[in-house]
Nanobody, 112 residues
């Protein structure tokens, strides 16, 4: 069993910054990639950023230049700068190993 615990969400004004953290624990046999997804009310969950075991990163267009994903062993981070109200969502951590594992999510609210 693999557990993912996110932290770092909260309320911030537009233009502000937040740093999300996710720590994975348990029976982790392999990490192919880790990433962050988000789901806004009434919308589908979307990919925000991923980082592979080799360090390759991928971002949704709206996050490019503002968000930075990084990883340290079984922890993944998302530095979010220049936040906009449209970034408001529940952010979920994902670990891709023998299968996909998800965290419970952390709320990010950006006020205008």
């Amino acid at each position: 069993q693999v557990q993912l615990v996110e932290s770092g969400g909260g309320l911030v004004q537009a233009g502000g910054s937040l740093r999300l953290s996710c720590a994975a624990s348990g029976s982790i046999f392999r990490i192919n990639a880790m990433g962050w997804y988000r789901q806004a009310p009434g919308k589908q969950r979307e990919l925000v950023a991923t980082i592979t075991s080799g360090g390759s990163t991928n971002y949704v267009d709206s996050a490019k230049g503002r968000f930075t994903i990084s990883r340290d062993n079984a922890k993944v981070f998302l530095q979010m700068n220049s936040l906009k109200p449209e970034d408001t969502a529940v952010y979920y951590c994902q670990l891709l190993g023998v299968r996909a594992y998800w965290g419970q999510g952390t709320q990010v609210t950006v006020s205008s």
